[in-house]
């Protein structure tokens, strides 16, 4: 890499290492499904099967609902499953709606995988139990510093300072 033209923000960064931290959990996870010959399966779709299991076929939007997403984020989430062949649309309850279902492949390894979201949860408990505070705590407290005033009022007041904003 060459040296910066310019100083560079991106080098400072106080959350990075907790995004490479989740990475590299989830890359764990990708493992898990890989030495249990699960192949192409995202550990970021698992959410969204099991929720179609346990509750059955779902419009894009109910399904959004019901995992705490936008309707165009899961839309997008729901093409790239449906392109790895784990859910299907089918025609909804009138003819313009669609419904979002589970394919024999998915519905072949749905316990396994809620095997792995329970194991996964565990193994997520027992570190917070190693560690002097819980990352479970660390993002209540954030929420309750949210509530106290907004992450985009912190950044406005910032920029507000800041003669390169302006």
Same mark, same amino acid.
């Given at each position: 890499?060459?040296?910066?033209? /310019?100083?560079?923000?991106?080098?400072?960064?106080?959350?990075?290492?907790?995004?490479?931290?989740? %990475?590299?959990?989830?890359?764990?996870?990708?493992?898990?499904?890989?030495?249990?010959?699960?192949?192409?399966?995202?550990?970021?779709?698992?959410?969204?099967?099991?929720?179609?299991?346990?509750?059955?076929?779902?419009?894009?939007?109910?399904?959004? #609902?019901?995992?705490? *997403?936008?309707?165009?984020?899961?839309?997008?989430?729901?093409?790239?499953?449906?392109? %790895?062949?784990?859910?299907?649309?089918?025609?909804?309850?009138?003819? *313009?709606?669609?419904?979002?279902?589970?394919?024999?492949?998915? *519905?072949?390894?749905?316990?396994?995988?809620?095997?792995?979201? *329970?194991?996964?949860?565990?193994?997520?408990?027992?570190?917070? #139990?190693?560690?002097?505070?819980?990352?479970?705590?660390?993002?209540?407290?954030?929420?309750? %510093?949210?509530?106290?005033?907004?992450? +985009?009022?912190?950044?406005? #007041?910032?920029? /507000?300072?800041?003669?390169?904003? +302006?």
């Amino acid at each position: 890499m060459t040296e910066p033209q /310019a100083a560079d923000p991106t080098q400072q960064s106080l959350w990075r290492p907790l995004r490479r931290l989740q %990475a590299s959990m989830d890359a764990d996870i990708a493992r898990i499904y890989s030495e249990g010959q699960i192949e192409g399966l995202k550990p970021s779709f698992v959410m969204e099967l099991l929720r179609l299991h346990a509750y059955g076929p779902m419009s894009i939007r109910e399904l959004a #609902e019901s995992v705490d *997403r936008t309707h165009s984020a899961l839309s997008q989430k729901v093409a790239a499953m449906r392109a %790895a062949g784990w859910v299907q649309t089918v025609a909804g309850d009138d003819a *313009r709606s669609k419904k979002v279902t589970l394919t024999e492949k998915a *519905r072949s390894v749905v316990d396994r995988l809620a095997a792995e979201w *329970r194991a996964t949860e565990a193994a997520i408990a027992e570190i917070e #139990e190693e560690i002097p505070y819980p990352l479970s705590r660390v993002v209540t407290d954030i929420e309750q %510093a949210l509530e106290r005033k907004s992450f +985009h009022d912190r950044i406005a #007041e910032k920029l /507000a300072q800041d003669s390169a904003w +302006h």
